[in-house]
């Protein structure tokens, strides 16, 4: 059986994988790939809380939120991505200087 510790480890290997690729890579799309991790790693914590420590169903509840989100997330992402694309013929975060005011 699992316990709660490596619920957590799993958790936060995941977090930080997801900060290093954001920090890391210049790509719009990688970034996007960090955040989801990033929020998996905050709905992992949810379920495995609510499993070890609470045992009612807001924490699934709150992970399927998570969940809802991202998915919206790499929606509006994904289309911000493809026209930016077809504007600029580039994914690289520094070319998105129109952006910024």
Known sequence: MISLPSYLIIS???FIA?????IARKNIIAMLLGIELILNAAAL???AYTR?????LDGHLMSLFIIVIAAAEAAVGLAIVIRFFQI????????????QS
């Open 18 to 22: 997801g900060l290093t690729v954001m």
């Open 45 to 47: 914590n949810f379920a």
């Open 52 to 56: 070890f420590v609470n045992q009612n």
């Open 88 to 99: 600029k013929e580039s994914i690289h975060i520094d070319d998105a200087t129109e952006l």
């Open 12 to 14: 936060f290997c995941l």
